[in-house]
């Protein structure tokens, strides 16, 4: 087993969250690992065809990436996380953890994976797209649902 230097943790706020930062944390502590953190906000489709953003749809987005912010760095004061290490990036939660992991050197993700079937299977998830195109080991933790 590779002897990791870097966990980057994503996390949703789901119920599932606390399951997910355990076996991160046993991985921390097993290898003296560097931990961060990271929370994707994504996009919310604005219909911009009359070439304006209701200032309501901009507030609520601001909103939702400040209390994701300060979530984030609270788990990350919880976990001894520095704030440094808490990123809170808007856009395609795919994109933003793969890019981050790159940008970081992290040479593990650890990321939720509900196991799905069916439909679901289908179009893909979060966790699916990560491990396909991560540019490191990615850990997938069952959630039982």
């Known amino acids: 087993m590779t002897d990791y230097t870097h966990i980057l943790l994503a996390i949703d706020f789901s119920p599932a969250t606390d399951s997910v930062t355990r076996q991160a944390m046993k991985l921390c502590r097993a290898f003296k690992t560097k931990l961060s953190l990271v929370h994707v906000v994504e996009f919310t489709p604005m219909n911009l065809s009359n070439d304006m953003?209701?200032?309501?749809?901009?507030?609520?987005?601001?909103?939702?990436?400040?209390?994701?912010?300060?979530?984030?760095?609270?788990?990350?004061?919880?976990?001894?996380?520095?704030?440094?290490e808490c990123y809170v990036p808007q856009g395609s939660t795919r994109r933003e953890i793969l890019q981050l992991a790159k940008e970081r050197n992290v040479d593990l993700i650890v990321i939720g994976s509900h196991g799905r079937q069916g439909i679901q299977r289908l179009l893909g998830s979060t966790a699916n797209a990560v491990l396909h195109g991560a540019p490191c080991d990615v850990l997938a933790v069952r959630i039982k649902d």
């Open 53 to 84: 953003a209701l200032p309501q749809e901009v507030e609520f987005e601001q909103e939702l990436l400040e209390q994701s912010k300060q979530r984030l760095q609270q788990l990350g004061k919880e976990l001894g996380v520095d704030q440094s």
